[in-house]
T-cell receptor, first 116, second 116 residues
Framework: AQSVTQLGSHVSVSEGALVLLRCNYS??????LFWYVQYPNQGLQLLLK??????LVKGINGFEAEFKKSETSFHLTKPSAHMSDAAEYFC??????????????FGRGTSLIVHP | DGGITQSPKYLFRKEGQNVTLSCEQN?????MYWYRQDPGQGLRLIYY???????QKGDIAEGYSVSREKKESFPLTVTSAQKNPTAFYLC???????????????FGPGTRLTVL
């Protein structure tokens, strides 16, 4: 069974600073990995995902994430934070068909706070 | 525009009442999901459906029921057996089961249920 841990329930950055949101997973097989963003009182929207191929994945709004198998990590980064990036971010993992899991498991979320 | 709609946006329930949350999608997706979101707990899976007339329990199905009579619709009933139903409820859909194929889940805007 897969699981995901997001380190830090809140991350605070200044506008223009680097954004780093951490996600570590456990999976018995090569995982599928997702990052979603949620703005207040809204549903979730996909930022990016890794299934196979290139381990550095680029997403929307300037975000990217790198799959590191040796570290079982899929951290989300953005070089320069913008006020509009303030939101809740969720990492999700799935074992895929090889692991018999067909539903992603979500982390508890990290709230990104951006200061002017 | 294709997407997922949830209604109502806000719902108030008296103790002992059953209430039904609506979820409709026009994306022609086979898979649909219901999640419950509580502060600091991420998303927890209530039920999911891979195809019409079939659905499976998720991690926290007790006190909830669903139906899938049409491909487009996946209503969730919160019964009086659910002891703590106050939460934000999210419906999602994907082409196929997201974890098995790496498909993106598309989320509705959510329904906030409050028990009075």
């Amino acid at each position: 069974a897969q699981s995901v841990t997001q380190l830090g329930s809140h991350v605070s950055v200044s506008e223009g600073a680097l954004v780093l949101l951490r996600c570590n997973y456990s999976s018995s097989v090569p995982p599928y990995l997702f990052w979603y963003v949620q703005y207040p009182n809204q549903g979730l929207q996909l930022l990016l995902k890794y299934t196979t191929g290139a381990t550095l994945v680029k997403g929307i709004n300037g975000f990217e994430a790198e799959f590191k198998k040796s570290e079982t990590s899929f951290h989300l980064t953005k070089p320069s934070a913008h006020m509009s990036d303030a939101a809740e971010y969720f990492c999700a993992v799935s074992d895929g068909p090889a692991g018999g899991s067909y539903i992603p498991t979500f982390g508890r979320g990290t709230s990104l706070i951006v200061h002017p | 525009d294709g997407g997922i709609t949830q209604s109502p946006k806000y719902l108030f329930r008296k103790e002992g009442q059953n209430v039904t949350l609506s979820c409709e999608q026009n994306l022609n997706h086979d898979a649909m999901y219901w999640y419950r979101q509580d502060p600091g707990q991420g998303l927890r899976l209530i039920y999911y459906s891979q195809i019409v007339n079939d659905f499976q329990k998720g991690d926290i199905a007790e006190g909830y029921s669903v139906s899938r009579e049409k491909k487009e619709s996946f209503p969730l009933t919160v019964t009086s057996a659910q002891k703590n139903p106050t939460a934000f409820y999210l419906c999602a859909s994907s082409i196929e089961l997201a974890g098995g194929y790496g498909d993106t889940q598309y989320f509705g805007p959510g329904t906030r249920l409050t028990v009075l």
